[in-house]
């Protein structure tokens, strides 16, 4: 059985694509924060977090008796700053960003 060279191509070509979507650049920042007291909570703050674009996935983790730790992985996205994190918490005035950095 022979494969004809124009499906052949196709096939690499094919190839390439799935590649390079699998291997999309993913950015990940972590933060710490206060004034998360349930899970209404967590929802809330990933709610207005999920609006910065690029956004993939939220994690919102307790890291002691005030504290949680919150991950943000985002894909093919450009930089995303604490003030722009800070600004889609505005609405809710009880939760603080009490740090922010990139990590991958």
Not at 63 to 83: F, I, M, Y
Not at 86 to 101: I, Q
Request: charged share 25%; net charge positive; aromatic share 4%.
């Amino acid at each position: 059985m022979t494969i004809s060279r124009p499906f052949l191509s196709l096939a690499c070509l094919l190839l390439l694509l799935i590649c390079a979507e699998a291997h999309a650049q993913e950015t990940v920042y972590r933060g710490k924060l206060s004034g998360v007291e349930c899970n209404q909570c967590k929802k809330a703050i990933a709610k207005s977090i999920a609006k910065i674009k690029g956004v993939e996935m939220i994690r919102i983790v307790k890291q002691g008796a005030n504290a949680h730790q919150l991950e943000v992985t985002l894909k093919d996205a450009k930089p995303v700053s604490r003030s722009r994190v800070e600004s889609a918490l505005a609405g809710a005035d009880h939760y603080k960003l009490l740090s922010w950095k990139k990590v991958k």
